[in-house]
């Protein structure tokens, strides 16, 4: 696994190189050499600055990431990570023209995403896609956005103006030992601009049949090196329909603002960002469900001597959820850590980390369900490091694990093995065994159904943490400067995974009862075809074997957590039509679900973005273009069908 | 002279001042340098500023010795879009004959070349912070990396013709008004 780079700025070594004008073979030896040497935490730190004759092998983007000052850093190259890791790039957001965060994950071919209703969405890594989805750890900045009401992510409430993402990086497949106990199928790990990399104005406002939005941000200077943006945006969206026609009612909107200070000095950088946020959802009786939250975050990061240096943050989150008639929920959580890395001996690179959440809930019940005890105060207190060794020039090893301590079930132990072997400087080779974990949350232990006694479902005291152990392999190569390759092949035998068990008293609690594997493929690439034509493709096949263990009668016979295709696969295309006009299309097939069933849907999304005068684009995009409406997730015929969409958006930045 | 020897020459006399730059590890010089020689993959200089079909690519360098040194080091036997490319160091006053890139390096000379040459098919590029000074492109270092600027009036004002896949890069792009 890569590092984690708690310290914001990342290296910017981008999995693809767009820009390349080089095209001989030793080019590519040239820039890989030079990609090493530039960022030195690679291995290579004290190695002189790359000659200037591989400096121009590069792309102007690549030229554009190098660090020019830093000899010892904490990045780590992407492209040499022993791991399925998809980026999305700004580049792309923009290209796609997602509005929401949800839309722009639908780049990522390594995810699993359905829109299931207005604002709502099921996304997952690697299976066991729901609306409860709980096998993902979801990041921004650094901030942990999953709820551990169900260890799962409320998308309604996760947004950020899209033009100061920096970049997404999506690791499919276990990375619990850097990431977190729930990392047990991926990591979504959203990272912002630094500040400086946000100044001047932006508004951006668009509307068309399916969504309006209004955003602006204001960047500017503070003295010397400080730099700070502020934004706004306003986002609504239109109710969706049933396969009838009939309108859902979940029409939504919401609103949110944030900042982000940050502040450079040689060796030293501090950063300091907030956001907070009001959204209003429709839906019939008894009246609109109102969501609502802050979060409040800083970090220091440090460079010590000889390519050490350490990262100390904090946050502290605030979310409220209410749900007419089904409940109320306030929950505050903080969390404190410490990071640090250090390069002992010139053939280890050790990182360890600490952290500390804390995370306090106050539930408001009804009388259709219930989280008992209504409040709940948890902590979690986390060890974990990793060293990356270089057996020889060309092989790494990686050694990493972490031991969580959790309310529910005391102490548990996550460790990962990784290889890496490069055998030319332009292909990569791994593979990796890890252990990982996914802990109790309190839908799992405290959920109660009707909101009185008796109860129909009667929590899960004994639901135990769900184990999974992961067998993956990979390869990745760059065939050429146009060119680049990823395929990843992986098995994970999944132990204690969630059923809900007939109790002997008549009524059902939640337990362990299901057990089994999923295996699958997962592959992408891209393609310069012409200077200014890139085209993308990606495929994920997923087979699952789950069954019932001895003993257990799940009431839904296994079938209750998750609802996955079979495959699905998606390709891009970005054409730049004439040097101020872009032209993007994306199809993307994502194969049926089998229960409740969904059929296999093609959809067809396009962007035309004309670029009036530097700093004035407009665009126009459609979504969906292929049906009048299709079903992504839930049962007929109540489920909510997305729609055909046309949207006009004008982004000026000045 | 042959075109090779012409190199070797050039590039025997700049190896001390390399030498010394190697010591001080200036990555920002060569960043820089790298870009300067790529740039001129994204531009399209009016038809008639070139004699002929083989005649080769200046790149001139004004107050910058140690780029200019690195420069010629990136440029040795390599070719844009069929052209040989030649560095030549300027001095304040020699003239602008024939030059097709202009780099003028330093914060604080050059104002007055940057105003002459970019009124000509001259991709004029600056390292420079004041607003009157910048050329068509102008190089920052945001975050520890060197970025870049562009003014596209300016250089579509000298009919110079600039790539997206440039502009794309630029950390800004703006049109009238100095950067």
Redesign the interface.
């Known amino acids: 696994m890569f590092r984690r780079r708690l310290a914001h700025?990342g290296s910017?070594c981008q999995e693809r190189n767009r820009?390349s004008?080089g095209t001989a073979p030793a080019a590519l030896a040239c820039r890989c050499l030079l990609l090493l040497a530039?960022l030195p935490s690679t291995g290579l730190s004290l190695q002189?600055?790359?000659?200037?004759?591989s400096?121009?092998e590069?792309s102007?983007?690549e030229?554009?990431?190098?660090?020019?000052?830093?000899v010892a850093k904490k990045t780590g190259s992407l492209s040499k990570a022993p791991a399925s890791v998809f980026v999305i790039t700004a580049?792309d957001i923009r290209r796609y023209g997602a509005n929401s965060l949800p839309e722009a994950l639908r780049l990522a071919p390594n995810l699993l995403v359905a829109q299931v209703s207005g604002g709502q969405y099921a996304i997952s890594a690697r299976g066991f896609n729901g609306t409860t989805s709980n096998k993902l750890q979801v990041l921004i900045d650094g901030r942990i956005v999953y709820t551990p009401l169900f260890s799962g992510v409320f998308w309604d409430a996760q947004d950020l103006l899209l033009e100061d993402i920096e970049r997404i990086e999506v690791i499919s497949g276990p990375a619990a030992a850097l990431w977190g106990t729930n990392a047990v199928n991926g990591v979504i790990n959203v990272i912002t601009r630094?500040a400086?990399?946000s100044q001047?104005n932006l508004l951006s406002a668009g509307g068309g049949n399916r969504e309006q939005i209004l955003a602006s941000r204001h960047g500017g200077a503070v003295g010397d090196s400080g730099h700070y943006r502020v934004y706004a945006k306003l986002l609504d969206q239109q109710e969706t329909e049933r396969a009838n026609g009939d309108a859902v009612e979940d029409g939504w909107g919401r609103h949110q603002a944030g900042f982000r200070l940050d502040w450079?000095t040689p060796g030293d950088s501090l950063q300091f960002q907030g956001d907070a946020y009001r959204g209003e959802l429709d839906q019939p009786l008894p009246g609109s469900r109102k969501i609502e939250g802050a979060n409040l975050l800083t970090r220091f990061h440090r460079d010590l001597a000889e390519g050490a240096g350490f990262t100390l943050s904090a946050y502290h989150d605030y979310s409220m959820r209410d749900y007419p008639g089904v409940f109320v929920e306030h929950l505050n959580t903080s969390q404190l850590e410490f990071l640090y890395n250090l390069k002992p001996h010139r053939h280890h690179h050790l990182q360890w980390g600490l952290d500390y959440r804390y995370s306090r809930d106050r539930i408001h019940n009804s009388d259709t369900l219930a989280f008992l005890p209504a409040r709940e105060n948890l902590d979690w207190l986390s060890l974990y490091g990793q060293d990356e060794i270089n057996l020889r020039d060309n092989l790494r090893l990686t050694l990493s694990g972490r031991v969580e301590h959790n309310d529910y079930t005391g102490s548990e132990f996550m460790p990962a093995a990784r290889l890496a072997w490069t055998p030319g400087s332009e292909q990569l080779l791994w593979g990796a065994i890890s252990r990982s974990v996914r802990t109790p949350s309190r839908i799992d232990r405290d959920f109660f159904v009707p909101g009185q006694p008796p109860y129909l479902l009667a929590g899960g005291a004994d639901f135990d943490a769900e184990t999974a152990v992961s067998y993956e392999a990979g390869y990745r190569a760059l065939p050429s400067a146009q060119s680049s390759w990823s395929i990843t092949v992986f098995h994970t035998d999944y132990d204690r995974l969630r059923t809900v068990e007939p109790a002997t008293s008549g009524t059902l609690v939640i337990d362990n009862g299901l057990e089994g594997s999923y295996s699958g493929i997962e592959t992408w690439g891209n393609y310069q075809v012409t200077?200014?034509w890139r085209i993308y493709a990606g495929f994920t096949a997923l087979k699952d074997r789950l069954h019932l263990k001895s003993g257990s009668a799940d009431i839904n016979g296994g079938h209750s957590e998750g609802n996955d295709p079979s495959h699905q696969w998606q390709v891009r295309s970005q054409l730049?039509l004439?040097?101020?006009v872009d032209f993007d299309l994306m199809v993307r097939r994502v194969g049926e679900l089998p229960e409740p069933e969904v059929p296999a849907y093609v959809a067809l999304d396009m962007r035309i973005g004309w670029r009036l005068?530097?700093?004035v684009e407009l665009s126009l995009m459609g979504r969906n273009l292929l049906d009048q409406r299709h079903p992504e997730f839930g049962a007929y015929p109540s489920r909510s069908e997305i729609s055909r969409s046309i949207f006009l958006g004008l982004r000026w930045s000045f | 002279m042959t075109a090779t020897a012409r190199m070797l020459l050039a590039w025997l006399l700049l190896l001390p001042c390399t030498a010394a730059l190697?010591a001080t590890?200036?990555?920002?010089t060569?960043?820089k340098?790298?870009?300067l020689?790529?740039f001129c993959?994204?531009i399209e200089w009016p038809r008639d500023t070139f004699s002929s079909a083989e005649a080769p690519l200046v790149i001139a360098v004004m107050g910058a010795d140690s780029l200019a040194g690195?420069?010629q080091?990136?440029v040795?036997d390599?070719q844009i879009n069929g052209r040989a490319v030649i560095v030549r160091q300027l001095r304040p006053d020699d003239s602008l004959e024939g030059v097709h890139v202009l780099f003028i390096g330093g914060k604080g000379a050059g104002q007055r070349h940057t105003a002459v040459s970019t009124k000509l098919p001259i991709l004029t590029v600056t390292e420079n912070e004041h607003p009157a000074a910048t050329g068509m492109i102008n190089f920052v270092?945001?975050?520890?990396?060197?970025?870049?600027d562009i003014a596209?009036d300016r250089a579509e004002q000298a009919g110079l013709?600039?790539?997206?896949?440039?502009?794309?890069?630029a950390?800004?792009?703006?049109?009238g008004v100095p950067l």
């Open positions: 700025r910017g820009l004008s530039a002189p600055s790359p000659p200037v004759r400096l121009t590069l102007l983007e030229l554009a990431n190098i660090e020019i000052t830093s580049n630094h400086a990399d001047g450079d200077d200014n730049d004439r040097q101020d005068e530097p700093g | 190697a590890d200036n990555l920002e060569r960043v340098a790298a870009f020689f790529k993959n994204y690195e420069l080091l990136a040795m390599r270092v945001v975050n520890d990396r060197v970025r870049f596209r013709k600039l790539s997206s896949l440039l502009l794309s890069v950390r800004r792009v703006q049109t």
